[in-house]
């Protein structure tokens, strides 16, 4: 049984940590409000507008296959990846390296083994994870994981749309963390480009459009696309601070777990040296008796 100054000093240590991951608890509950009042309201906007595209793409009879459109063999491919700068936030950045890892070795498992994958992070973590696995980022903004601004994400998705119209890419990809509540966050790959046409859509008529479609169609889908990029990333922050709040709440809580064990093991422990007190006591009148 260990003594009563190493049990105490691990009551100390264990309430330290209790207090950090409570304190670092209610600021990610805060982060998060915020997060996931953002991503909430951002969400029926971008749904809407793809509707809307979606119903004047069906009305134009000859669709390109050109620019944003143009479905090439898949041979250079761009991967986005969204993750934290920093860590304590349970598997979020790990489901991120995983997916990541998936894709590559399934899906553009010959374009990786040819050098031909290349990838942009929002997010620290994921560039610090895949290094070890050979993935090289060639740009990283992490700075927009703490402060999100459409007109710069607004910029970058113009120069995806602009490398991939151009055929510096024949496919880019998405990988972040979609937002479900505080405690799930699913983890998805999702196509930027090639722009892709919901089957289901269908002209129902009930558009007076100015100017005429197929020039309303052209200002629509880059608008689309920047719009879909920015709600990654506000996805993907608003997971972080969930899965971040989530995990300090399981770690504040094992620690009031083992404190209750840290503080029964004390409380044996010091009746256990009283009694061997009271014994001594005992024993050492009773010889002086003798």
């Keep these: 049984m260990p003594n009563l100054k190493e049990v105490r000093n691990r009551i100390q240590s264990v309430t330290t940590t209790k207090q950090i991951t409570s304190a670092m608890k209610l600021v ?103 290094k070890k696995r050979g993935v090289v980022f060639s740009h990283e903004y992490n700075h927009l994981i703490e402060k999100p601004n459409f007109d710069e994400v607004s910029e970058i998705g113009n120069i995806l749309i602009k490398e991939f119209a151009h055929g510096k890419y024949d496919e880019i990809v998405l990988v972040y963390n979609q937002f479900k509540n505080a405690a799930s966050q699913a983890t998805v790959s999702e196509t930027f480009l090639p722009f892709h046409f919901s089957s289901d859509a269908k002209d129902t008529g009930d558009y007076i459009l100015e100017p005429e479609r197929e020039k309303m169609f052209e ?54 040296a009283i009694t061997n007190e009271i014994i001594e006591i005992v024993s050492g009148a009773e010889a002086l008796k003798g």
Excluded: W
Excluded at 232 to 250: F, P, V, W, Y
């Design 219 to 272: 200002m629509l889908v880059p608008k689309t696309l920047r719009i879909q990029l920015y709600k990654a990333l506000l996805d993907s922050i608003a997971s972080e601070h969930g899965a971040r709040m989530t995990s300090m709440h399981k770690a504040t809580d094992n620690a009031a777990e083992i404190l209750k064990d840290l503080r029964l093991s004390y409380n044996k422990a010091r009746q256990t």
């Design 28 to 130: 990610s509950a805060s982060k998060l409000r915020r997060a996931q009042d953002s991503i909430l309201r951002f969400r029926p906007y971008a749904s809407k507008l793809r509707e809307i595209m979606q119903r004047v793409a069906a009305g134009v009879d000859d669709l390109p296959n050109e620019g944003v459109f143009a479905h090439r063999p898949v041979k250079n491919v761009l991967l986005v990846v969204f993750s934290a700068n920093r860590g304590l936030c349970g598997v979020f950045n790990a489901n991120i390296g995983k997916q990541v890892m998936l894709l590559l070795e399934n899906e553009y498992a010959e374009a990786f083994a040819a050098g031909k994958v290349d990838f942009i992070s929002f997010g620290k973590k994921a560039p610090d994870t895949l």
